[in-house]
Protein backbone atom coordinates (compact mmCIF):
# COMPACT_ATOMS: atom_id res chain seq x y z
CA UNK A 1 0.00 0.00 0.00
CA UNK A 2 1.41 3.06 -1.05
CA UNK A 3 -1.80 5.58 -1.30
CA UNK A 4 -0.24 8.51 1.37
CA UNK A 5 -4.32 9.60 1.27
CA UNK A 6 -5.29 6.12 2.32
CA UNK A 7 -1.82 5.59 4.92
CA UNK A 8 -3.25 8.99 6.56
CA UNK A 9 -6.35 7.83 7.33
CA UNK A 10 -5.43 4.46 8.81
CA UNK A 11 -3.24 5.86 11.12
CA UNK A 12 -5.50 8.47 12.30
CA UNK A 13 -8.54 6.16 12.60
CA UNK A 14 -8.67 5.83 16.57
CA UNK A 15 -7.45 9.29 17.67
CA UNK A 16 -7.98 11.53 14.55
CA UNK A 17 -5.99 14.76 14.40
CA UNK A 18 -5.91 18.37 13.48
CA UNK A 19 -6.30 19.17 10.09
CA UNK A 20 -8.01 16.01 9.41
CA UNK A 21 -9.01 15.41 5.41
CA UNK A 22 -12.49 13.61 4.52
CA UNK A 23 -11.49 10.29 4.17
CA UNK A 24 -9.44 10.35 7.81
CA UNK A 25 -12.73 11.66 9.33
CA UNK A 26 -15.11 8.82 6.66
CA UNK A 27 -12.49 5.97 8.60
CA UNK A 28 -12.31 7.44 11.95
CA UNK A 29 -16.47 7.50 11.97
CA UNK A 30 -17.07 4.27 10.61
CA UNK A 31 -14.73 2.80 12.93
CA UNK A 32 -16.65 4.56 16.00
CA UNK A 33 -19.98 3.22 14.49
CA UNK A 34 -18.97 -0.37 13.53
CA UNK A 35 -16.86 -1.09 16.76
CA UNK A 36 -18.15 -3.94 18.68
CA UNK A 37 -18.80 -2.61 22.30
CA UNK A 38 -20.38 -4.54 24.66
CA UNK A 39 -23.68 -2.59 26.16
CA UNK A 40 -25.12 0.51 25.41
CA UNK A 41 -23.45 3.50 23.87
CA UNK A 42 -25.23 5.98 22.91
CA UNK A 43 -23.33 8.37 20.67
CA UNK A 44 -23.41 5.66 17.98
CA UNK A 45 -26.63 5.93 17.62
CA UNK A 46 -26.22 9.77 17.46
CA UNK A 47 -23.63 9.44 15.20
CA UNK A 48 -25.26 7.53 12.79
CA UNK A 49 -27.74 10.52 13.04
CA UNK A 50 -25.42 13.20 12.06
CA UNK A 51 -24.15 10.71 9.26
CA UNK A 52 -27.93 10.11 7.94
CA UNK A 53 -27.79 14.14 8.01
CA UNK A 54 -24.83 14.20 5.96
CA UNK A 55 -22.56 16.11 8.89
CA UNK A 56 -19.24 14.07 9.00
CA UNK A 57 -17.81 16.83 11.52
CA UNK A 58 -21.17 16.76 13.90
CA UNK A 59 -20.64 12.74 13.91
CA UNK A 60 -16.92 12.98 14.58
CA UNK A 61 -17.23 15.98 17.28
CA UNK A 62 -20.01 13.76 18.92
CA UNK A 63 -16.83 11.12 19.49
CA UNK A 64 -14.57 13.34 20.25
CA UNK A 65 -16.63 15.17 23.09
CA UNK A 66 -17.50 11.55 24.52
CA UNK A 67 -14.24 10.92 25.17
CA UNK A 68 -13.74 14.48 26.55
CA UNK A 69 -16.44 14.00 28.58
CA UNK A 70 -14.71 10.92 30.30
CA UNK A 71 -11.43 12.18 30.48
CA UNK A 72 -10.98 12.08 34.34
CA UNK A 73 -11.45 8.36 33.98
CA UNK A 74 -8.91 7.69 31.65
CA UNK A 75 -5.15 7.16 32.04
CA UNK A 76 -4.57 9.47 28.30
CA UNK A 77 -6.08 11.25 26.19
CA UNK A 78 -4.39 11.33 22.54
CA UNK A 79 -2.99 14.51 21.81
CA UNK A 80 -4.24 13.98 18.26
CA UNK A 81 -7.45 13.93 19.63
CA UNK A 82 -7.54 16.86 22.14
CA UNK A 83 -5.81 18.65 18.84
CA UNK A 84 -8.86 17.70 16.27
CA UNK A 85 -11.46 18.74 19.18
CA UNK A 86 -9.98 21.85 19.36
CA UNK A 87 -9.75 22.42 15.82
CA UNK A 88 -13.33 21.65 15.04
CA UNK A 89 -14.48 23.48 18.04
CA UNK A 90 -12.71 26.99 16.83
CA UNK A 91 -13.34 26.23 13.29
CA UNK A 92 -15.35 28.92 10.88
CA UNK A 93 -18.09 26.13 11.12
CA UNK A 94 -18.27 26.05 15.41
CA UNK A 95 -20.93 27.73 16.19
CA UNK A 96 -23.32 25.21 13.81
CA UNK A 97 -21.52 21.99 15.16
CA UNK A 98 -21.51 23.14 18.79
CA UNK A 99 -25.24 23.60 18.57
CA UNK A 100 -25.88 20.56 16.56
CA UNK A 101 -23.63 18.15 18.13
CA UNK A 102 -25.83 17.93 21.40
CA UNK A 103 -28.49 17.17 19.69
Known sequence: MTDTEVLNAIECH???????S???????????ISWDLPGEH???????EKI????LDGAV???LNH???QRNQLRLV??????AREELMNGPESK???TNSSR
Open 67 to 69: VWG
Open 52 to 55: VASD
Open 96 to 98: DLL
Open 14 to 20: TTLKAGA
Open 61 to 63: LIY
Open 22 to 32: KLDKILFVADK
Open 42 to 48: PYQEAMR
Open 78 to 83: HPWLLE
